[in-house]
Every structure is written in structure tokens, then in C-alpha cells.
């Protein structure tokens, strides 16, 4: 295939900025059909706007005048830029507005005038005054709003679905207007291929694309559990996703259930959703999930019916299988109008039926909705009212609550099925939340994310339409996925030790399944990301989770402490979440996250014992040196004294072992003034030096992260920032500031550890 030049798409997520001196002049080869698609999808995108052109945030070539040319030879004369292209950290700026008020509703006492770039994928706010830099990325924008006009401009209110809000006031109409229209173009691209994991390129060396794709297979996952065995098998009749294309490839349903049987019951339920395994547990109790059946009033069907008893006895101690329709039953019964509907009791024998009442994704969208709005609340009856109104702790518990009913009935050895209308919603968030409280391995980081592949990505939630990653209906929009992260962080408030992983790793996970930097969450289901390539195109987010991971880990872990989690439901220990729906508020938060300062005194301590380690083993090999030379010494004199008086004082050669005997002997050969038998002046010099040196290269203490206000870089520290120690000096810095790991010398493990860029360029220029 014919391919063109291009300058390279760069990179600059919230936590990497391409640095002027990192940018080689190298170009990327883009094929013809990316050529079209910039010329076509962006022509027409821009055409309606007439406004400023979009080219995907091109680094600045070390000559503009090659990006000029670039442009002109290849881009539709609409996309070219016509005037002097402004850049911010390396990144072309679409749109730049000067003299814009920012109002941040948590601490608007005072509005903060300065400067608003537009880029292809961010809008960044600076502050020239605090050099503080505001970055919100276009996917993660909920909503713009325009606001009416003020005396002072024209407002803008920025919702974002990180729980981030801002008003920015714009003091031309005109201007706010096209920023306006520009963001809610780019914040729901039409085209799925718009989607910012197609752009994304990582800068980080570490992160390669493939890294990460591989991690999880369901077949090892159902092989953790012992499955494929004699009572359930692999069917491969959804191979090609001609059973039910929101399903998982490889279904693993009862031995004993056939063709028909599967064919039949897949035609019996809604989306052809069929029941099959999810989990299975220790005692042959499992979880199988599917959708509705369509039973409307009276229907029936033989093979569903089938498939129930042979998921019944797959489980040898139990007569009785458990249907848990999570819905509240008058919408169950509603459904029946439309031709769907629940099990008859009657119909299914040796089956129990449940109505558990989790409300539908409507309700719970309007909830969260009215719980943004108690975060913007000033009073506290204000609050309180709002909280109650919006209904989303009640929601919380209902959901844990019918999860913790799915985890009883398992350990006592009854299997459930489970569903909802489709299957993708409530269902995902039981069945996963049941065996979160099952199982131990689930609460291990790798274990949480195959929760999320089994029960989430393979499984066929519809995130694309759920986080709203594109310009869709409306409706589809609800906050499924972010409940499911809630409850996992009530149960982690209740076993705090039975966690592998922290408060921030459900905060990362839940950004980055709305940023769409990454290709693991696009789609609705799994076919969806076959189709799409994702694998081949995108970066995956669990390559990028396993380079971050000592961000991750809860320091009061205690692994095989708690085999199975029985959450308690009083009303009074459903909490509201603040760090995630809070989590801009300043002032709300301790100062000091005690996780957070945990784990910064488990590295340190980690960092200083390595060191101890390493300056034990140079004592032990000065001393050695320094014996050796004293005893050349002494014997050089004796040898002196033996010449001068012709007999021998002290012959102390048995004090040494065969080698250093032999060592000895054959510098009694030499000269006895010979100087290379002792240390000399240069050596040691050069000795005192490298000690110096690597005793210079671990920090003794580190700064407190109380006191630390703001990076080198200058960038303020938030609540919700990522702080880094560097290990050689001991200063905190931002995720931007340190992103390289290198060996220390005074460390004995020869780990590589995170050091800041100043630190980096003295160790790597002393190292070797
Ligand atoms: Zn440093
Ligand atoms: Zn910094």
C-alpha cells in the first residue's frame, strides 16, 4: 500500500506533555485512508461550524514551515490553516481566547481572569497569575451550557463526567458562541473512529499498543473455576455471534443441555440473551445470567424450560434453583404487555422466584443527576433534602442488597440465575458484585479487572451508550458502570483489609471508561470491538494500569484474611461517596489521604532499608580493603626490617587464607616499595568519590505531603492529584514532572525507582 508522509499525531493526555526537546523531526506514515478521513470527516464536521479548522493536535515540526507544507500538499484547503498556527505545550490551538473569566463554583470568591485554548482534544485554562493550568478533555464533557448573557460576558457552565464543573465567562458573545458549538462538536463525535483512543498515541517508551490486550481470556478465567468439567461445557455454537451478538464467543453452559436446547431457549429470550455461566463456585453452586424471557402473558417455551433443569443439576446438593428477576415486579409485569416478561413458577419446575427491585436506567439517571446538584448545595438542609431526593444512596443499597441476597443463596449451595429485561445493566452489576463477595481473587487488582472483562466487556454492557461516548439518544445515557464502582467502595469502607487496591483505582478505572483515551471500553459489546479493531488500533488501560500500579495498592491489605464479605445494610453505612462525587470540592478532604500516606512511608521505608543494605556490603568491602592494605604494610615493612637486619620479626602468614596467601607471596617477589600493593591516593580518592556519590543518591528524608502546595513545575497540588516522591531528593512532584524510573547506586537491589528530571540527568550521567 502507497503511503504518505505526515507529521507524528502527538501525544498529550493530562499526564504527559511532549517537551520540546523530546520532539524528533520523524514522521509517521498515515495511509491514504486516514488522508480521506481528515479531509472528509473533518471537512464536513467544520463546513456547518465555519469556524476555525481542526487538524488533530500536530506537534510542532521543528520547522513550521514543514507543517505548512504538509498541510498544503495534503489537506483539503478548508482544514489549512491560514494564519501564523499558535501553539500551548507543543500542541496546535484550535481556538485561543484571551481575558476569560473562570468561575470555579468551589472556591468562587474570586474569578480568575486568564487564557482559553482550544485544542483537538482539550480545553486548558491558564492562569497566568497562579501558572496554574486547567485541562478538560473533550470526552470527558457532559454538558455545555449557556448561561444568560451577564454584564461581564457571556457564561458558559462545563459539566464534566468526572464531576468536575466550571463556568467560564467569555467577554464576546461571538467568541462563546463558537467555543460553544466547537466543544459540543468534539466532546460526542458522530463518527465512532472520532473517538480519542484513535488518536491517542502514547509517549511513554513503556507503553507499547499491544501491552495489554492479552492480559485476561475468558476460557483462563473459567478455568480458574474449574470449568469446562463433567457437568458444564464450552459451546462454540456463538463462535460467530450467530446465537446472540451481544454475547461473549465462548459460552459455557450445562453438559447436558444440546443444541436445541440452547437454540430454544435463546429464541425464548430477549436480544437471544440464553442463560449461561458466569460463575461457579467451590461448592457447584454457580451464577448464570440471561435476559428476559418472552413470555408475555401464557407463552411457553420447552427448551427454556429444559435449560433451567439442567442448570438446576449441575448442582448435585441442591433441589431447588433460584430466579432472581432484579427488577421491582410491576415493572416485570409491565413488560408482560409487550410480549416479555418473568418465569411462571408453574411452568419451571423445581425453580424459586424473586422480585428484588433494582429501578431501571431512567431512574437512576434523574438520580444522579439531583446528587450533582447536592454537591452544588450551600446549606445543609439544603444538602440533606437533595441527598434524600435523589434517591442514589437507597439505589446503592438495593443493589448491594440484592447482590448480598445472590452471595447467601451461593454459600449455602443453591445456584441462581439471574436477569433483568436485557441483561446488560443490573444484571452485570449483581452478578459481579455477588462474586466480589464470593471470592477473594476478585478483590485483587488483576482479579477486579477480570470481573470487569467476564461480567462487563464480555458480557455486552453497552458502555458506548451508557457513558454516552457518542451523539446518541439521550436515554441511553446512565451511570450503570459508575454504581457498580460505588458499591465496590462501600464494601472496601466495610473490609478495608480484604482489598488489594485503593480509593484512586476506581477513580482512574471510572475516568478513563469515560476519556475513551483507550480502546478497552468502546463498544457495546464484545463483537462490537472485534469489529472495530480496537486491539490493533487503540492502546489498551490495562498495558497503561500495569505501569502505574504501586499507585494502586491499599497499604492495609491483608490477603487471605476474608474469604467471603457479608456487607451489612443498615441504612446508616451506605455513605456518600465524596472522593468521587466531590472530589473537586477543596476543603472537604483531609489534607492528608492516610492511604496515600501509607504507602509514601512503606516506599520510603523500602527506599532507606535498600540503602542500608547496599552501605552494610560497602563497609564490609572497605574494611577488607582496608585490612589487606594494612597487613601489605605491615609485611612490606617487616620485609624492610628482614633486608636491613637480615632475620625475620613477624611472620604472620598463617593468619591469611590460601589466597591471599598466595596473593602475598607473590608480592614478596616484588620490590617491597612497589606502590600498587596498597591503596594509593587516586584510588582512594576515586573510592571516597563513587561513596559520595551513592550516598548522595538516596534521599534521607522526604517532604511531607501536608506541606507540599505546589510542583517544581509549578503546578498547584489538588486534592485529587497524584503526588510523587522523587527517591534521590526527597521532593514531591506532579505525575508530568516524574514519569521516568531509574536505579539508584546507593540502592543495594538495583530496583528502578522514580526519580525527578533534574535527578534523572545527574544519576544516568554518573551510571554508567
Ligand atoms: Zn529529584
Ligand atoms: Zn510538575
Redesign the pocket.
Known amino acids: 500500500m502507497e503511503h504518505i508522509k505526515i507529521p507524528k499525531i502527538s501525544d498529550y493526555s493530562d499526564d504527559s506533555i511532549v517537551q520540546p526537546s523530546d520532539f524528533k523531526q520523524d514522521f509517521d506514515l498515515v495511509s491514504p485512508e486516514e488522508i480521506k478521513y481528515f479531509n472528509e470527516t473533518l471537512v464536513n464536521d467544520y463546513e456547518e461550524l465555519n469556524r476555525s479548522p481542526l487538524i488533530f493536535g500536530l506537534p510542532i515540526p521543528q520547522k513550521v514551515a514543514d507543517l505548512r507544507n504538509w498541510m498544503e500538499e495534503n489537506l483539503h484547503p478548508q482544514l489549512r490553516i491560514d494564519h501564523e498556527p499558535i501553539f500551548f505545550h507543543d500542541i496546535l490551538v484550535i481556538r485561543k481566547v484571551e481575558n476569560v473569566r473562570m468561575i470555579d463554583r468551589y472556591n468562587n470568591k474570586n474569578s480568575i481572569v486568564g487564557t482559553l485554548y482550544l485544542t483537538a482534544t482539550h480545553l486548558i485554562f491558564v492562569d497566568p497569575e497562579a501558572n496554574a493550568e486547567t485541562w478538560i478533555l473533550h470526552m470527558h464533557i457532559a454538558s455545555v451550557e449557556k448561561l444568560p448573557l451577564s454584564t461581564t460576558g457571556s457564561p458558559l457552565l462545563i459539566r464534566c463526567k468526572t464531576f468536575l464543573s466550571v463556568t467560564f465567562v467569555i467577554a464576546k458573545e461571538r467568541d462563546s458562541h463558537d467555543v460553544y458549538s466547537t466543544l459540543i462538536k468534539l466532546c460526542q463525535p458522530v463518527n465512532i473512529q472520532n473517538l480519542y483512543c484513535f488518536q491517542y498515541t502514547s509517549s511513554s517508551e513503556e507503553l507499547v499498543k499491544s501491552a495489554g490486550w492479552d492480559f485476561f481470556k475468558l476460557e483462563n478465567e473459567f478455568r480458574r473455576m474449574k470449568v469446562p468439567n463433567d457437568e458444564w461445557q464450552l459451546t462454540t455454537m456463538n463462535k460467530d455471534y450467530a446465537l446472540c451478538d451481544t454475547y461473549p464467543s465462548q459460552l459455557i453452559v450445562p453438559r447436558a443441555a444440546d443444541k436445541s436446547i440452547l437454540l430454544g431457549s435463546s429464541q425464548f429470550r430477549s436480544k437471544g440473551r440464553l442463560p449461561a455461566l458466569t460463575y461457579l463456585h467451590s461448592n457447584k453452586a454457580s451464577i448464570s445470567r440471561c435476559s428476559q424471557p418472552l413470555s408475555g402473558f401464557s407463552a411457553r417455551c420447552m427448551e427454556d424450560e429444559q435449560m433451567l433443569q439442567e442448570i438446576k443439576k449441575t448442582n448435585p446438593h441442591s433441589k431447588v434453583l433460584y430466579v432472581v428477576d432484579t427488577r421491582p415486579r410491576i415493572n416485570a409485569m409491565a413488560n408482560r404487555a409487550a410480549g416479555k416478561g418473568y418465569e411462571n413458577e408453574l411452568f419451571y419446575e423445581n425453580t424459586k422466584f424473586h422480585f428484588l427491585g433494582i429501578e431501571n436506567i431512567h431512574t437512576m439517571r434523574a438520580s444522579l443527576v439531583k446528587l450533582i446538584e447536592t454537591c452544588e448545595q450551600k446549606s445543609m438542609n439544603g444538602f440533606l433534602s437533595s441527598l434524600e431526593s435523589s434517591g442514589w444512596l437507597k439505589h446503592i443499597r438495593s443493589m448491594l442488597d440484592t447482590s448480598s441476597f445472590i452471595a447467601n443463596a451461593i454459600s449455602k449451595g443453591i445456584s441462581v440465575m439471574v436477569h433483568c429485561s436485557d441483561g446488560w445493566d443490573r444484571t452485570s452489576q449483581v452478578c459481579s458484585l455477588a462474586a466480589l463477595m464470593l471470592d477473594p481473587f476478585y478483590r485483587t487488582i488483576k482479579g477486579f479487572q477480570t470481573l470487569i472483562e467476564k461480567d462487563w466487556l464480555a458480557f455486552g454492557h453497552k458502555f458506548n451508550d451508557r457513558c454516552g461516548h457518542l451523539q446518541t439518544d439521550p436515554k441511553e445515557i446512565s451511570p450503570v458502570f459508575t454504581q457498580f464502582l460505588d458499591s465496590t467502595w462501600q464494601l472496601m469502607l466495610q473490609r478495608p483489609n480484604a482489598f488489594e487496591f485503593n480509593e484512586r483505582f476506581l477513580l482512574i478505572l471510572h475516568d478513563h471508561v469515560m476519556s475513551c483515551q483507550f480502546g478497552t471500553f468502546i463498544g457495546n459489546c464484545e463483537k462490537d470491538r472485534i469489529d472495530l479493531k480496537v486491539s490493533e488500533k487503540t492502546f489498551s488501560l490495562w498495558g497503561y494500569m500495569a505501569n502505574h500500579m504501586n499507585e494502586y495498592i491499599n497499604p492495609l491489605y491483608c490477603p487471605g484474611e476474608v474469604e467471603d464479605i457479608k456487607p451489612n445494610l443498615s441504612p446508616q453505612l451506605i455513605r456518600f461517596w465524596r472522593g468521587m462525587y466531590a472530589r473537586f470540592e477543596s476543603g472537604v478532604h483531609p489534607r492528608e489521604n492516610i492511604g496515600d500516606t501509607l504507602l509514601e512511608s512503606r516506599e520510603h521505608c523500602a527506599s532507606l532499608e535498600d540503602h542500608v543494605q547496599h552501605l552494610t556490603k560497602r563497609i564490609g568491602s572497605i574494611k577488607n580493603l582496608i585490612s589487606k592494605s594494612a597487613k601489605k604494610l605491615q609485611t612490606n615493612s617487616a620485609n624492610l626490617l628482614q633486608t636491613a637486619t637480615g632475620r625475620s620479626i613477624n611472620d604472620n602468614k598463617f593468619n591469611y587464607d590460601n589466597k591471599k596467601l598466595s596473593e602475598l607471596q607473590s608480592a614478596d617477589h616484588d620490590h617491597p616499595l612497589k606502590s600498587d600493593d596498597v591503596l594509593s591516593i587516586s584510588d582512594c580518592n576515586n573510592e571516597v568519590n563513587q561513596i559520595t556519590n551513592e550516598i548522595n543518591s538516596v534521599?534521607l528524608d522526604w517532604k511531607s505531603l501536608r506541606s507540599a502546595s505546589v510542583c517544581a513545575c509549578s503546578t498547584p497540588f489538588s486534592q485529587e492529584m497524584k503526588k510523587t516522591h522523587?527517591?534521590?531528593?526527597?521532593?514531591i512532584?506532579c505525575t508530568r514532572c516524574?514519569d521516568k524510573t531509574f536505579p539508584l547506586p546507593g540502592h543495594n537491589s538495583g530496583k528502578p525507582v522514580p526519580?525527578?528530571?533534574?535527578?534523572?540527568k545527574i544519576v544516568s550521567q554518573v551510571s554508567p
Do not use: K, S
Open positions: 534521599a522523587c527517591w534521590r531528593c526527597g521532593e512532584f516524574i526519580v525527578c528530571r533534574a535527578c534523572l
